[in-house]
Each structure stands twice: as structure tokens, then as C-alpha cells.
């Protein structure tokens, strides 16, 4: 029988066509941060109070503030009302006969409002008016993307293990550069709305889509590295957002046509993308596996052999006519127990990685004075956290380098709450940042690794999902402060060390072989080298190797040595 690995080493585990196209791929999931955090500017707000008259603009003082707005002491600063106004009329010149004998009555702003335009020059909450008892609107708009982001990975994560990756990897990037452009004119709060859903929706299943397509087609050890820098990508273009936002002075419609037409640059991409090998051998499509393999080696200058799924085709032959073929479901992730362990605590880390992350991005206006530069520099404490978790994840291991970052953040976020010392809140805030950045590539990396190709694509859909759901609770957290002003950052910060504690319940899977079937996770040599060194990982695997069709009753070891002979001598050559 042949195996994956080793036809995959025979055409280049890393050559020229692999690199061209994980740099498509890495290049426009780090895209889809635009999509998952431009509600941080397209949303935003600011101070603001009772409109008395058109045209009236935003003052921190003034005889006409004074007049019309209640407010309280507290301390020695003043806070103005914002939802209120005294029953004045100023229609007449303004006199102290206006203001003096003025009652205590106060009306809504039943005129609208003036926002503190410093930092924002047009957002959704000044156009919609998304204050006040509108102020759950605000928290919709930005709960909406991750929201979209549950539908989006369960419907494509079923559509990439029944239909493949390319298909999918292009309905969702031609489908997310439409929407991205026609939300920029929308008319209504409601529209912009469903702009955002659907980006949600087409946004993460082509970045789940697209990273699993990336692991299937490249060698071991290049798998964290590849998903390593499409996350640095990721905070490039957090980055990039952000100064985006800083020159167009926060005007939303103006930064979401921009994002739209950067997006437009990787449509050539949908000629360019091949189905995934290793998944058209798990669908016994081996002549269309060897046209893309051929694909491979032609542009890594490499050759190969037509003959090399000769075997699988004769005993694929043999096997009865009225043989269905298994079609695999969410509920296959639950079947068996070590598969539905793992995907339990992977949930459960997804689920915390999307809580703390989207707490800490959506919000960054909280932090610091100047919302850009905050945002700017919340995306670029994550590069070095990025390339750690490469770092640690070559060196370490996945296991414990994900529970090391869980844990750290966790902390540091609560440490973050302590009073009266800005520096230290920043600081720990920007460790959380750090760790919550290298957590997400680690989990990546590691439900790439841990589920099976046949449900690859709906395990990480699934995962993905509870992270959708974490996000999504996020905004809503932040509305605690005004019960106890630390407590959203303490929730957060016990969200994040209490799931990393489970994570050394895993297998390790650096330097490991990607499970093909369920029957693969459950076997011996896939899941019992918790706290084994490397060398014997490797001969288990060496060992104890399940071929690429697993129905078939395997050959003898002679035939398999001399099938595995052939199979080199004709697909290797020496470059």
C-alpha cells in the first residue's frame, strides 16, 4: 500500500507549487481580520449628549451645555448625561432668563445627539443614532460577524469534507469580496446588519477552508510553520486595518471600500487552487489525486509515476457494487470516545481563545488615549506571539506550549485589574494580547493535526463555531463594568487558565502523520505517546502505519517492501 507521506515527499513536501500556494492561502486569511475586527472602528462610539438644535456641534463646555444637560460630580470631574436634557427651549436667543428659572424636568433627546468627533469622524453608532436604548444595536452590530461565523464553519465545514476544498475556497473568496464591497452602501441600519452577517458567514469558512487545504498538501514539519505565517499575515493586516481606519479619520464606509478592493487583488487566486490530494484519496479519487500530484511534481521539478494507486484501484475494483461509500456528519465527531474527548477540550479552548481575544480587540478604544495607535499596537504584540508558538510548538510540543500560553494570559489579564497603575494595565493587557495570539496558531495547528481528513474540515468547523460563540459573548461581557469595574477582565482572565488546564489530557502530534480515518485516532500508535520521546513516536508510526484505504485487508510484508521499492525508484529523482 502506499502512503501519503511518502508520495508527498516523492513530488517536493515543500516546492515551488506548495509555496506559491500557501502564499495565496496565508495572504487572504490574513485578510479576513478586516472582516472580523472592522467593527472595532465601524462601530465605535464616543462621548456624546443631547442634540438642542441643528447643526450643533460637540463641546466639552459650554453656556448651552451648561443650559440644556444635567450632570453629576464625581470626584473632582463632571459627567455629563447622555441619554437627557432639560425641557429648554432655545429657539430664542440664548439669555440667563432662559436657563435660570429652569425646571428640574428632563425630556429624552428626542433631537438626536452630537458626538465627539476627535477620533471618528462618521461610525454606524453616529449615523444610526446607536446610543441610549439603542445601545444594544451597537452590541448586535458587533456580535452579528461572529454570529455568521457559526453558521458559516458548520455549512462549509460539511460542504469541504463532501464536495472538497477548491470548491469551496472559491464560493467563499468571490462571494466575501462581493459582499465586502456592497456593504460599503448600505442604506439602513438593518442592511449593514445583514452585510455583516454574511461576511461572517463567507469570511471564516474560506480561512478554515483554506488552512486545511494548506496542511493536506505540504511535509510534517512545514505545517506549523505555514500556519505560523499566515497568522503573522493576520496581524499584518490587523495593522494594516488600523492605520487604514487612522486615515480615513474613522469614517466607516470609506475604510470598508478600501478592505473591499484589497480583496479584489487575490481573485486570480480561484484559477490557481487545486483540490486536495489527500482528500481525494479518502474519496477513492485517484486518477483526479494523480493529476494534481503530477501538477506538484511538474512545477518542483520533480517526476512521477501513473501507476502509483494501482493496487488501491484493483481492490476498490473487488469490493461489492452495492458498497456505499461512508458520508461523514458532525455526529461522527461524537462516535467514538477518543475522538470525542478530543474534540470536547478543543472546543473548550476555541470557545476561550474567542472570549478573551474579541474582548480584548473589540475594545481596544478602552485602552490607551488614541483608539489607533492602541489598535495598531494590539495587532503587533501578537506577531512575536505568533512566531513563539512556531518556536515552541518545534521545541516543546503542541501540548504544552498551548497550556503554558493559556495560562500566562489568563493570569496576566486578571493581574491587568489591579487599580490606580495605568502602566501595569496596559502592559499585562498587551501579554494577554501576546499569549491569546500565539493560543489561537497553536489551536490551529493542533485541530489540524488532531482531527481526521474525513472530518477535518467539520471538526475545525465545529471548534471554530465555539469560538464564534465566544467572540459573540464578548461584547456583552464588557457591559458587566458597570456592576464592578474589573469584572469582564476577570471573567475573561479565568476563561483562559481553566480550559489550558485540560489541554495535557491531549496525545501530542508534533512530527506525527495526519489521521486519515476515525479508525486512525482510535488506534494505539496515534493515541497513546503522551509523555513518549520522539524516536518512539516515530517507530510506533513506522511500526504500525495504516495504509490510505482502509477497508482493503493489507499484503504481505514482502509485496509491501517491494510495492514501496518501486514506488521510489520511479517517483524520486534527484534535483
Given at each position: 500500500m502506499t502512503h501519503f507521506e511518502d508520495i508527498l515527499e516523492s513530488v517536493g513536501s515543500f516546492g515551488r507549487y506548495q509555496k506559491l500556494q500557501c502564499f495565496f492561502v496565508m495572504m487572504y486569511c490574513g485578510l479576513t481580520s478586516f472582516q472580523h475586527l472592522g467593527n472595532t472602528f465601524y462601530s465605535a462610539s464616543a462621548d456624546h449628549y443631547c442634540k438642542v438644535y441643528d447643526n450643533q456641534s460637540f463641546e466639552h463646555t459650554s453656556l448651552v451645555k451648561n443650559c440644556t444637560i444635567p450632570y453629576t460630580?464625581?470626584?473632582?470631574?463632571?459627567?455629563?448625561?447622555?441619554?437627557?436634557?432639560?425641557?429648554?427651549?432655545?429657539?430664542?436667543?440664548?439669555?440667563?432668563?432662559?436657563?435660570?428659572p429652569r425646571s428640574n424636568e428632563t425630556l429624552g433627546c428626542d433631537q438626536g445627539w452630537v458626538y465627539d468627533k476627535t477620533w471618528y469622524e462618521n461610525t454606524v453608532v453616529f449615523e444610526y443614532d446607536l446610543v441610549c436604548d439603542n445601545d444594544w444595536m451597537k452590541q448586535l452590530s458587533k456580535s452579528i460577524v461572529p454570529v455568521g461565523n457559526i453558521i458559516g464553519v458548520l455549512a462549509f465545514g460539511q460542504m469541504s469534507?463532501?464536495?472538497?476544498?477548491?470548491?469551496?475556497?472559491?464560493?467563499?473568496?468571490?462571494?466575501?469580496?462581493?459582499i465586502t464591497i456592497a456593504t460599503t452602501f448600505s442604506p439602513t441600519y438593518t442592511s449593514f446588519v445583514v452585510g455583516q452577517f454574511f461576511l461572517g458567514v463567507f469570511a471564516i469558512s474560506l480561512?478554515?477552508?483554506?488552512?486545511?487545504?494548506?496542511?493536506?498538501?505540504?511535509?510534517?514539519?512545514?505545517?506549523?510553520?505555514?500556519?505560523?505565517?499566515?497568522?503573522?499575515?493576520?496581524?499584518?493586516?490587523?495593522?494594516?486595518?488600523?492605520?487604514?481606519?487612522?486615515?480615513?479619520?474613522?469614517?466607516?464606509?470609506?475604510?470598508?471600500?478600501?478592505?473591499?478592493?484589497?480583496?479584489?487583488?487575490?481573485?486570480?487566486?480561484?484559477?490557481?487552487?487545486?483540490?486536495?490530494?489527500?482528500?481525494?484519496?479518502?474519496?477513492?479519487?485517484?486518477?483526479?489525486?494523480?493529476?494534481?500530484?503530477?501538477?506538484?511534481a511538474h512545477f518542483n521539478r520533480r517526476s512521477l509515476s501513473d501507476d502509483i494507486f494501482e493496487e488501491e484501484k484493483t481492490l476498490l475494483k473487488q469490493k461489492p457494487d452495492g458498497t456505499k461509500k461512508p458520508k461523514y456528519t458532525l455526529f461522527d465527531l461524537l462516535r467514538t470516545r477518543n475522538l470525542r474527548i478530543k474534540t470536547a477540550i478543543m472546543c473548550l479552548n476555541w470557545f476561550s481563545c474567542g472570549f478573551v481575544y474579541y474582548g480584548i480587540s473589540l475594545n481596544t478604544d478602552r485602552i490607551g488615549d488614541n483608539p489607533y495607535t492602541t489598535f495598531i499596537l494590539s495587532g503587533f504584540v501578537e506577531i512575536p506571539g505568533r512566531l513563539l508558538a512556531w518556536f515552541l510548538m518545534g521545541y516543546i510540543g503542541r501540548r504544552w506550549s498551548l497550556c503554558g500560553c493559556q495560562v500566562i494570559g489568563?493570569?496576566?489579564?486578571?493581574?491587568?485589574?489591579?487599580p490606580n497603575l495605568p502602566a501595569l494595565t496596559i502592559a499585562m493587557v498587551m501579554l494577554t494580547k501576546f499569549c491569546i495570539g500565539a493560543v489561537a496558531t497553536n489551536l490551529f495547528v493542533y485541530g489540524l493535526e488532531l482531527f481526521p481528513t474525513v472530518v477535518r474540515s467539520i471538526g475545525m468547523g465545529l471548534t471554530s463555531m465555539c469560538f464564534g460563540i465566544g467572540s459573540m459573548v464578548s461584547p456583552y461581557v464588557i457591559l458587566l463594568e458597570d456592576i464592578w469595574g474589573p469584572l469582564p477582565f476577570v471573567i475573561m482572565g479565568c476563561m483562559s487558565v481553566v480550559p489550558g488546564l485540560t489541554v495535557p489530557v491531549l496525545p501530542e502530534t508534533r512530527d506525527v502523520d495526519l489521521p486519515g480515518t476515525i479508525e486512525d485516532v482510535e488506534s494505539n500508535t496515534w493515541t497513546m505517546y503522551n509523555g513518549r520521546d520522539k524516536d518512539t513516536q516515530k517507530q510506533s508510526q513506522t511500526e504500525e502505519k495504516q495504509p490510505l484505504f482502509m477497508e482493503c485487508e493489507p499484503k504481505n510484508m514482502a509485496t509491501e517492501d517491494k510495492v514501496y521499492g518501486t514506488l521510489r525508484d520511479k517517483s524520486r529523482i534527484d534535483v
Open positions: 460630580t464625581k470626584g473632582n470631574g463632571i459627567v455629563w448625561d447622555s441619554c437627557e436634557r432639560y425641557d429648554v427651549n432655545l429657539t430664542q436667543e440664548l439669555s440667563p432668563s432662559v436657563c435660570l469534507d463532501t464536495y472538497g476544498r477548491r470548491p469551496v475556497s472559491i464560493i467563499t473568496l468571490v462571494l466575501t469580496v462581493i480561512a478554515i477552508c483554506g488552512q486545511v487545504l494548506v496542511t493536506e498538501i505540504v511535509g510534517i514539519k512545514y505545517r506549523a510553520m505555514c500556519i505560523a505565517f499566515g497568522h503573522v499575515n493576520w496581524c499584518l493586516c490587523y495593522m494594516l486595518l488600523g492605520a487604514i481606519a487612522w486615515l480615513c479619520n474613522g469614517k466607516w464606509r470609506m475604510i470598508q471600500l478600501i478592505t473591499g478592493l484589497i480583496w479584489m487583488l487575490f481573485l486570480p487566486y480561484i484559477f490557481f487552487v487545486t483540490e486536495s490530494p489527500m482528500w481525494l484519496i479518502q474519496k477513492h479519487r485517484y486518477d483526479d489525486c494523480v493529476t494534481v500530484l503530477k501538477r506538484f489568563g493570569v496576566a489579564l486578571i493581574l491587568s485589574t489591579i
